[in-house]
């Protein structure tokens, strides 16, 4: 018996052109799905040809690319078995007395809406019995000062999985979401997020950055059909972030106290 095959699956996965939704993308394809590479940046045709897979440019805050995308995927290889809504955005921090509302809405539109439109377009196109798989964040369990839009996104993902999982289940699709800390990818050093990145290495007990291919092995646990009774959760992959403070840091608050 192969564990956590997924030969024949058809896959679609958004933010398919770099970082984790590379990562997943080459993994799944990798493991014998047939994957479907959603991006808005044209250039990842390019990577999907050299992967062998089929590519969708899909902006994901517009319903109609991504019903368009989902009906494309179901077309090209069949019904849909993994859907992985991974597209999203972060913005600069900004505390909350400073805030403004098209930061939010900019971040709702993408990291929210996007999840939203591929669970209710997957699904639609899905075979009975699969798998959908949304990236929220560690932010989701809370983070630093300033970075109110994109908790408020992500708390938002972890929201919608558990109520998608309770819809679903009469089809016995699953739906899980995992909950990174930052994750090594050209989005984790956007201008104006300098603090996540100097504290990284000291505030988690593992001291780095979490690699796309770690959370996209993550993905590929969930996706098999080894795992018919995992559904409705958030899961985080954080090195130990959620468990407690790092003993570097306690380290080095206490080497503060003794200046």
């Known amino acids: 018996m192969e564990f956590f095959s997924l030969k024949s699956k058809n896959a679609v996965v958004t933010g398919a052109g770099s970082g984790l939704g590379y990562a997943t993308a080459k993994r799944f394809k990798e493991a014998g799905a047939n994957v479907t590479m959603a991006d808005i940046n044209e250039k990842t045709a390019e990577l999907a040809r050299e992967l062998g897979c089929h590519f969708v440019k899909t902006d994901v805050s517009c319903e109609a690319d991504m019903e368009n995308l989902m009906k494309s995927a179901a077309e090209q290889?069949?019904?849909?078995?993994?859907?992985v809504n991974n597209a999203g955005i972060i913005c600069p921090e900004e505390l909350l007395e400073n805030a403004d509302s098209k930061t939010y809405e900019s971040l709702f539109h993408v990291n929210v809406m996007g999840v939203v439109f591929g669970i209710k377009y997957g699904q639609k196109y899905m075979n009975d019995g699969g798998v959908i798989l949304n990236t929220a964040s560690n932010s989701a369990n809370g983070d630093y000062a300033g970075y109110?839009?994109?908790?408020?996104?992500?708390?938002?993902?972890?929201?919608i999985t558990k109520v998608a999982a309770i819809?679903?289940?009469?089809?016995?699709?699953?739906?899980?979401?995992?909950?990174?800390?930052?994750?090594?990818?050209?989005?984790?050093?956007?201008?104006?997020?300098?603090?996540?990145?100097?504290?990284?290495?000291?505030?988690?007990?593992?001291?780095?950055?979490?690699?796309?291919?770690?959370?996209?092995?993550?993905?590929?646990?969930?996706?098999?059909?080894?795992?018919?009774?995992?559904?409705?959760?958030?899961?985080?992959?954080?090195?130990?972030?959620?468990?407690?403070?790092?003993?570097?840091?306690?380290?080095?608050?206490?080497?503060?106290?003794?200046?």
Not at 77 to 83: A, P, R
Not at 148 to 159: C, E, L, Q
């Open 77 to 83: 290889y069949g019904k849909l078995d993994i859907v």
């Open 167 to 259: 819809e679903l289940a009469p089809r016995k699709i699953r739906v899980n979401c995992i909950c990174p800390n930052t994750i090594d990818t050209p989005m984790a050093y956007a201008d104006g997020c300098e603090t996540e990145l100097q504290v990284m290495g000291i505030q988690t007990p593992l001291a780095r950055m979490c690699k796309a291919e770690e959370a996209a092995a993550l993905y590929h646990f969930l996706a098999a059909d080894d795992c018919q009774y995992i559904t409705g959760e958030d899961i985080y992959i954080d090195g130990g972030l959620k468990a407690g403070p790092a003993n570097q840091m306690i380290d080095a608050i206490l080497a503060s106290l003794e200046k």
């Open 148 to 159: 109110g839009p994109y908790i408020m996104s992500k708390i938002s993902v972890v929201g």
